[in-house]
């Protein structure tokens, strides 16, 4: 049978302390690889540090991700290009590769295990091969020793690819398990079930928790995906966007780590297990709520694997989010109106496994007065109007979902068993969302507790998704992910 959880989450969770301080000196918020390794780097220099964490540790993006540590990241260095200097294009690559070399000296280190792959960018026919060719360039001009090869060991049609020598592919939720270990080992707690809902205008570093509590901190770090603060608009900066995975049990898997230049994207790698070598092939992805069926993406994988790998048997299904930049660069640094004492790191473009160890070096830094050298130009980066042209068309969709709420009213879902169904609101209603999950029927207002967007359901995670800025609620209205942090109204 298929587990609804990913590869890496498929496990007990970790074990994790259960009630915060009032005070620290840093306060963490998401525990995940930003989050702990931020964690870690401040409890180590003998500061008193909170990681809090609304659900479990690792529970959204890192515990979902497909586990590539990868310099060569799909068509992104040659986009950067397209929106940036050299000086900052290579300043990324100098982040990422502080990120990686930190992340596996620190597997090295605690016995978390790792292979090293070749990462490929591949063209899957010839309407991707100049995008292909166009990252080899790219690469290559900022010091990245790829080669071009014609011809790819792998049974699928292509047209070659890119190949970065001796990158890495893990397990993230064993790097999470050893990272809390060693935030606690070195005095720091990770606190798991609690939820940051706000901070003081006046305070912002002291901070309200949807149990009513509040913690008092020196410094506060969002390291939450989309920031749950909306100082600096950030939510409106950055796009949302979900992606799909698949595991299969498969006796010889492709030993590389591949991602292809076109749509739609295919990436595949190999997984060691106790049973097994397994086949993952990921992809398809698209804005969070911005789709009809969210199922249709997962079975287009099954039917693009079931075409090229034939010998599977299918025992994981998942999807992540993640969060893109307009300019291809993360966002990491003080937030506006947090007197330089609130941080934030977003916008990884699904590469957080490089990215949020380099945004938690640069965070770490910062906060003991020091901007590493690679962190410079990016933090004074002026984006060229391409990239101000993409912040223009993301808003500009965002309107066309808001004014299509206020001036139409109609069914988005046809209601069939264990499937949603609601509303799209128009102006004086409020949408209902019905949804049937377990034999369960779920009344919720459909409407985001963020902005009001009128939520869309995910009939794939069973969850009420927002097409404004991907906030994320379950089927009984609790809060999974984004920028919102209040859960859904229910009716009676």
């Not at 070096?361 to 004074?380: C, E, G, M, T």
Request: glycine content about 10%; proline content about 6%; charged content about 25%.
């Amino acid at each position: 049978m298929t587990s609804t959880r990913s590869l890496w989450l498929d496990r007990p969770p970790i074990d994790t302390d259960t009630t915060p301080p009032d005070t620290c000196d840093d306060l963490v918020v998401g525990a995940g690889l930003t989050g702990l390794v931020t964690g870690l780097l401040l409890a180590r220099a003998g500061r008193s540090v909170v990681v809090v964490e609304a659900r479990e540790v690792g529970a959204v993006t890192t515990g979902n991700t497909t586990g590539k540590v990868s310099l060569l990241q799909g068509t992104r260095l040659s986009r950067i290009l397209q929106r940036q200097s050299d000086e900052v294009a290579r300043a990324y690559v100098e982040a990422n590769r502080e990120g990686q070399a930190w992340l596996l000296r620190f597997c090295e280190e605690h016995g978390v295990p790792f292979e090293t792959r070749d990462a490929v960018t591949y063209a899957a026919d010839e309407r991707s091969l100049g995008s292909a060719r166009a990252e080899h360039d790219a690469a290559r001009h900022l010091g990245l020793p790829v080669r071009w090869r014609d011809q790819l060991e792998v049974p699928f049609p292509h047209r070659g690819g890119a190949v970065l020598a001796d990158q890495a592919q893990l397990d993230a939720m064993s790097v999470l398990e050893a990272l809390v270990r060693e935030v606690r080992r070195e005095g720091g707690k990770v606190v798991t079930g609690r939820r940051v809902v706000g901070a003081g205008l006046a305070d912002p570093t002291r901070v309200r928790l949807s149990d009513g509590s509040r913690i008092e901190a020196t410094n506060v770090v969002l390291a939450t995906g989309a920031p749950i603060l909306d100082r600096g608009l950030y939510f409106a900066k950055v796009e949302p966007q979900r992606s799909y995975a698949l595991a299969f049990r498969h006796p010889s898997p492709p030993q590389l780590m591949l991602l292809s230049a076109g749509d739609p994207t295919r990436s595949v790698r190999d997984a060691p297990a106790d049973d097994g070598p397994r086949l993952l092939v990921g992809g398809d992805g698209h804005v969070v709520g911005r789709t009809r069926s969210e199922a249709a993406h997962l079975e287009a994988l099954r039917a693009w694997t079931a075409e090229w790998f034939p010998e599977t048997e299918e025992t994981h299904a998942w999807s992540a989010q993640d969060y893109s930049s307009p300019d291809g660069l993360p966002f990491v640094g003080a937030l506006p109106r947090g007197r330089g004492h609130l941080y934030l790191a977003t916008g990884y473009g699904k590469w957080g496994l490089t990215n949020g160890v380099a945004a938690a070096l640069s965070l770490a830094a910062q906060i003991h007065d020091h901007v590493p050298s690679w962190q410079r130009p990016v933090s004074r980066r002026i984006t060229r109007p391409s990239g101000a042209l993409e912040v223009a068309r993301w808003n500009a969709a965002v309107g066309l979902h808001l004014v299509a709420d206020l001036v139409r009213a109609e069914l988005r879902a046809p209601g069939k068993p264990d499937e949603g169904e609601g509303l799209v609101g128009r102006r004086g209603v409020v949408p209902e969302g019905r949804s049937r999950v377990d034999g369960r029927v779920c009344a919720v207002r459909a409407v985001c507790t963020h902005l009001g967007g009128t939520l869309a359901w995910n009939d794939a995670e069973r969850s009420w998704d927002c097409p404004l800025h991907g906030s994320r609620f379950s089927a009984q209205g609790e809060v999974l992910e984004g920028p919102a942090t209040r859960p859904l109204g229910t009716f009676g």
